[in-house]
């Protein structure tokens, strides 16, 4: 065994020492004639070199790893320091499947050589594995209990999406937002899928990103008001439908031509059947408890605010009979 890792990190170094000292292996194409070399160039032989080790880690030992590294240090003084290892060592952890360590690599990588050119790819990576982890990848409690690791996911996206940012289209950081609110929505948590869809709203007012926001937070809170009957909660809140409403509105508004393939009308008209119903509904409970000029006033608003409604009728009918009753009383 020793004899294998030993000749394993001869050879790593030795093809890393042959970057920095042969300068007539590497050639390009000048101008669609003569062939020159380019291994004399620093940039493109310290380039190499790290993607040699990308490779490396893989499948090498922790000693392998740190010979090449020392290498490199050796070929490129100026450009290599405590970040590259740290990276180097949480890939390697990374390929073997451990990401509880390799995270710690990474974490302390980001927070204590935050503008290092590594930064960026160790985000790449940490979204990776939150990703896992938001797709059921389980970890060990306690170093025994082993539970789906969602919270863990969420917690390396958020801060994700605090380190990178949000305000540009194709970063990490925004990447990672989306991440965390669809992840929500896949479990039914549509109150936090709205909240996130609304953090990347205030980013994102318009465009492809605000579309999609738009069209999310009304989703999410229409969705959460019709929970199948055993997930909702004792007192439905009509605020939910008052929300969802608002932003269904608006992105009819805004995008007119794709509000009917979302089938945004329907679910207008059956906000609007729901929210007229929860009021009626309030007025009836008066009527039973014959508070008769809360009950009226329940109707009366009914009646006045969604008139083309089911629940405008019903509304209609009861505060006739009401009236009909009072009358007869009166006689």
């Given at each position: 065994?020793?004899?294998r890792v030993?000749?394993?990190?001869?050879?790593?170094?030795m093809?890393l020492?042959c970057l920095g000292?042969t300068?007539?292996?590497?050639w390009?194409?000048?101008?669609?004639?003569d062939w020159q070399?380019?291994?004399?160039?620093?940039?493109?032989r310290?380039?190499?070199?790290?993607?040699?080790?990308k490779?490396?880690?893989?499948?090498?030992?922790?000693?392998e790893v740190?010979?090449?590294?020392?290498?490199i240090?050796?070929?490129?003084?100026?450009r290599?320091?405590?970040?590259?290892?740290?990276?180097?060592?949480?890939?390697?952890e990374?390929?073997?499947?451990r990401y509880?360590k390799?995270m710690?690599k990474?974490e302390?990588l980001l927070k204590d050589?935050?503008g290092?050119?590594?930064?960026g790819?160790?985000?790449?990576r940490?979204?990776e594995?939150?990703?896992?982890?938001?797709a059921?990848?389980?970890?060990?409690?306690?170093?025994v209990?082993r539970i789906?690791?969602?919270?863990?996911g969420v917690?390396?996206?958020e801060?994700i999406?605090?380190r990178?940012g949000l305000?540009?289209p194709?970063?990490v950081?925004?990447?990672a937002?989306v991440?965390?609110?669809e992840?929500?929505?896949?479990r039914?948590?549509?109150?936090?899928?709205?909240?996130?869809w609304?953090?990347i709203?205030?980013?994102w007012e318009?465009g492809?990103?605000?579309?999609r926001?738009t069209?999310?937070?009304a989703e999410?809170n229409f969705?959460?008001?019709?929970k199948?009957?055993?997930?909702?909660?004792p007192?439905?809140d009509?605020?939910?439908?008052?929300?969802?409403?608002?932003y269904?509105e608006?992105?009819?508004?805004r995008?007119?031509q794709?509000?009917a393939q979302?089938?945004?009308?329907a679910?207008?008209?059956?906000?609007?059947?729901?929210m007229?119903?929860k009021?009626?509904?309030?007025?009836r409970?008066?009527?039973?408890?014959?508070?008769?000029?809360?009950?009226?006033l329940?109707?009366?608003?009914?009646?006045e605010n969604?008139?083309?409604t089911e629940?405008a009728?019903?509304?209609?009918?009861?505060?006739?009979?009401l009236?009909d009753?009072?009358?007869?009383?009166g006689?």
């Amino acid at each position: 065994m020793n004899d294998r890792v030993r000749n394993t990190s001869l050879a790593v170094c030795m093809a890393l020492l042959c970057l920095g000292a042969t300068a007539a292996e590497t050639w390009r194409l000048q101008d669609g004639e003569d062939w020159q070399s380019v291994a004399a160039d620093p940039q493109e032989r310290y380039l190499l070199a790290i993607s040699e080790l990308k490779d490396l880690v893989r499948s090498a030992s922790v000693r392998e790893v740190k010979d090449a590294l020392a290498q490199i240090k050796d070929d490129f003084p100026q450009r290599v320091g405590p970040d590259l290892e740290l990276f180097a060592l949480g890939e390697r952890e990374y390929w073997k499947d451990r990401y509880a360590k390799a995270m710690v690599k990474y974490e302390k990588l980001l927070k204590d050589y935050p503008g290092s050119e590594f930064a960026g790819p160790t985000m790449d990576r940490q979204f990776e594995i939150a990703g896992a982890y938001l797709a059921g990848r389980r970890k060990t409690v306690l170093g025994v209990f082993r539970i789906r690791g969602y919270a863990e996911g969420v917690e390396i996206m958020e801060r994700i999406s605090d380190r990178a940012g949000l305000d540009e289209p194709n970063s990490v950081g925004l990447k990672a937002a989306v991440a965390v609110a669809e992840h929500f929505e896949a479990r039914e948590k549509y109150i936090e899928a709205y909240l996130k869809w609304s953090e990347i709203a205030s980013y994102w007012e318009m465009g492809p990103i605000g579309k999609r926001a738009t069209l999310r937070m009304a989703e999410n809170n229409f969705a959460a008001y019709n929970k199948p009957r055993e997930k909702r909660q004792p007192l439905l809140d009509a605020s939910k439908l008052a929300t969802a409403k608002t932003y269904y509105e608006r992105f009819a508004l805004r995008y007119p031509q794709e509000a009917a393939q979302h089938d945004i009308p329907a679910k207008l008209k059956r906000i609007d059947e729901q929210m007229a119903y929860k009021q009626y509904t309030v007025g009836r409970y008066y009527q039973r408890v014959r508070k008769i000029e809360a009950a009226n006033l329940y109707y009366d608003m009914v009646i006045e605010n969604w008139p083309e409604t089911e629940a405008a009728r019903m509304a209609g009918q009861a505060r006739q009979e009401l009236a009909d009753r009072e009358r007869d009383r009166g006689e």
